[in-house]
DNA sequence: ATGAAAGCGCTAACAT
DNA sequence: ATGTTAGCGCTTTCAT
């Protein structure tokens, strides 16, 4: 038999009905112990495995759940990913991915291959908070959404980090250090982490009153590659920065290699605090004073908000978890000069 | 209409019968102008999208591809799911994702998932190479499975690293520094890079003729605690290796700690070449010379190959492909004191 | 306790 | 050019 086996088959070889197996395969109480027996017997032997493709079908659920983020190579993102998997593969769910590349059009083609495919829900880290048509689709997705790190549309489940106090604690640090040319670099004004970002840097620098206009933001992407460019520019003309906290997960490499090329010394010519928790920053020389949280827990706590919708113990509102962020002092910082 | 449309709905808003709708959503030359543009519009207004899960049924094609890998947090293996998704994705195919945490059992877990979910196509790093039960139900497998970095069974496609040749310069660089007591760290030798690296060093320290002895080879895990542990104890006696390779994509981590915590400098105490290019590799300081190769042509390669069995361009024997690596020296090796 | 049959949404073969 | 229908593999309702 070069072909696989179905339920039919196995009805046949067991010399049952096929509702019999079904019943048999689905635990049942109702069967006999004689048939049973035959009926598991054949199912061993013709190495019959049930479709999960025709379940799917007929219970109208794929136990599938999608996954939508920018790159899945980002340092922490595979850390997420990888304990959202863990949680929902215990519950019998599987995992689809999918990357954005961070634009929004690729949002949308994929919340529609979602839909299509049927998945019993998705997480996501939308590429852009403002796009309306993105929004709208969001809302109108007939299964349970989570947002990683991202507050809108507001009538979903999100999970979220407390960038806003991580970046203030970073700032307020640096101030207390002496600094007031202080320039946070992070991702685009559309996503939630930049904003938040912003927010706490500013609440920081309030405190400094008129000299809080030496400080700067540059807004653009989370990228490696915008950290140098952005340090590049920032710490070439004089007067320059005496401090910078790179907002972002992979932007700890670019700015580095911005101060590398330029052969300034970290913390006597520049003070550096860092996003996320990463080998490079604990690991560089000096080691990186560091705002840390966990994307394992956020991962993990958007499978379990996830679970709670579609086993239906949740049916209220919207819930946003807002998980906590360490600023973690390490060699990088000093007085400025 | 608080359901989700179907073929049948969209039919009836559209006065034809569901065999046009499938014809007209298929892009089927026979239908007429004006009865396309009634389907089209029904299809838009209702917000209908096709069901995958019963094109899959009646089809028998799943447009969705697996792979299991021990971790996805692992540096290099995101940019290699990444790369893989890219290419798949283009052509239609969706990416599921599981991990194994390198348990044997949980890749035969993950094989009977994938068989039950109908998956085209599955591509695995197997957490050993040498487990009959595994290797037996790999060959078994009904779809095309392409092995990453493993050789294992010989009778499917896999996509391979020359860490072998990788290994073998890193080792003749070290000696040409005049080293002899030089450590090798890798992981299991159930694992093909692990093997390939012990037979690339054995190959080099062939040349130190009985001096040779001196050398050490640990092989157990690719994890960056594997790396720590072993530094640490191979660095604490007396007489200790002159350098060390770390082969392995997270290892550097931990032998770096190792490094740290016995104060020993690079590369006057201890000298260092580690596997996979990261961006601790290339920041820290020193910058550590590596043996350099690109996860995400692994990836690529690997999705090309399933495309071209999927697609039934090739029907032929299994193939290897074999990829380079390339030693890139940096800073972190010298002269043995 | 078990069998028979309907039906999930779709495509393709067969009619017309 | 379009309608009708079988059937993909399964679960469940309805009989018996």
Known sequence: MGTVPTIRD???????????????????????????RRVLTAVTSLGYEPDVVAQSMRLGVTRTIACATRDIA??????????????????????????????????????????????DAVFIATSSEDDPELNARLEQ????????????????????????????EAAEDLIGLGHSRIALLTGPASTRPARERVRGFEE??????????????????FSAEF??????????????????????????????RA??????????????????DTDLASLATPAITIVRWSEADVGRVAAELLLERLQGRRIG??????????LV???SCGAPR
């Open 10 to 36: 196995v009805a046949r070889s067991a010399g049952v009905a096929i509702g019999t197996v079904s019943r048999v395969l689905n635990g049942h109480k109702s069967v006999g112990d004689e048939v049973r």
């Open 74 to 119: 980002i340092p922490g993102l595979g850390s997420n990913i990888n304990a959202a998997e863990e949680v929902l593969g215990r519950h019998g769910y599987i995992l689809m991915v999918a990357t954005t590349e961070g634009r929004t059009k690729r949002d949308l083609e994929l919340l529609r291959v979602f839909a299509q495919r049927r998945v």
């Open 141 to 168: 997705m007939k299964v349970p959404v989570v947002l990683m790190d991202r507050d809108a549309p507001d009538s979903l489940d999100a999970v979220l980090t407390d960038h806003r106090r991580g970046t203030r």
């Open 204 to 221: 920081a620098i309030a405190s400094l009153g008129r000299r809080r206009r030496e400080c700067t933001v540059r807004l653009g992407s």
């Open 227 to 256: 950290g140098c460019r952005e340090a590049l520019a920032l710490l070439s003309p004089e007067p320059r920065p005496t401090a910078i906290i790179a907002g972002g997960m992979e932007m700890l490499a670019g700015v580095l």
């Open 259 to 276: 101060i590398r090329a330029l052969a300034l010394r970290i913390p006597d010519d520049v003070s550096l605090i860092a996003g996320a």
């Open 317 to 326: 509102p919207a819930r946003r978890i807002v998980l906590p962020t360490e």
């Open 329 to 331: 002092i390490r060699e």
